[in-house]
């Protein structure tokens, strides 16, 4: 599904995306660090780009509130990254090329849910 950021390598564009949960991830030091998974990733045009996305919950994002459900527009630029396993075990499935949204800035929360379930903007 990442064929498309590939064609996009570098560009910087408007995204929209649905909140589906939060988790967490190591940081090399100190506390766990949140994480939010994004789904449906659409861009300016509405065309469906990557079916989910992962991004760190910084100050920006903290301060939004998000709960799942809500819509999330955001600007990022597609880049590389290398991923999988790059040490010594040779029967894991070697590295490769894939495709992300780095350095995302400019969030604005589209969809609130509020506690009867239902949605307004």
């Given at each position: 599904?990442?064929?498309?950021?590939?064609?996009?390598?570098?560009?910087?564009?408007?995204?929209?995306a649905r909140?589906?949960?939060?988790?967490?991830?190591?940081?090399?030091?100190?506390?766990?660090?949140?994480?939010?998974?994004?789904?449906?990733?659409?861009?300016?045009?509405?065309?469906?780009?990557?079916?989910?996305?992962?991004?760190?919950?910084?100050?920006?994002?903290?301060?939004?509130?998000?709960?799942?459900?809500?819509?999330?527009?955001?600007?990022?630029?597609?880049?590389?990254?290398?991923?999988?396993?790059?040490?010594?075990?040779?029967?894991?499935?070697?590295?490769?090329?894939?495709?992300?949204?780095?350095?995302?800035?400019?969030?604005?929360?589209?969809?609130?849910?509020?506690?009867?379930?239902?949605?307004?903007?």
């Open positions: 599904m990442r064929e498309e950021f590939a064609r996009r390598e570098g560009a910087r564009g408007r995204y929209t909140v589906s949960r939060f988790g967490t991830k190591r940081a090399y030091r100190g506390p766990r660090l949140v994480t939010v998974l994004l789904v449906d990733v659409k861009d300016a045009t509405g065309a469906v780009v990557t079916d989910h996305l992962w991004l760190t919950i910084g100050k920006t994002l903290e301060r939004l509130h998000l709960a799942p459900g809500d819509t999330l527009a955001f600007d990022a630029r597609v880049t590389p990254y290398v991923k999988g396993y790059r040490g010594r075990r040779y029967d894991d499935e070697p590295p490769s090329v894939d495709y992300r949204l780095s350095n995302p800035t400019r969030f604005v929360k589209r969809t609130v849910v509020v506690p009867d379930g239902q949605r307004t903007l």
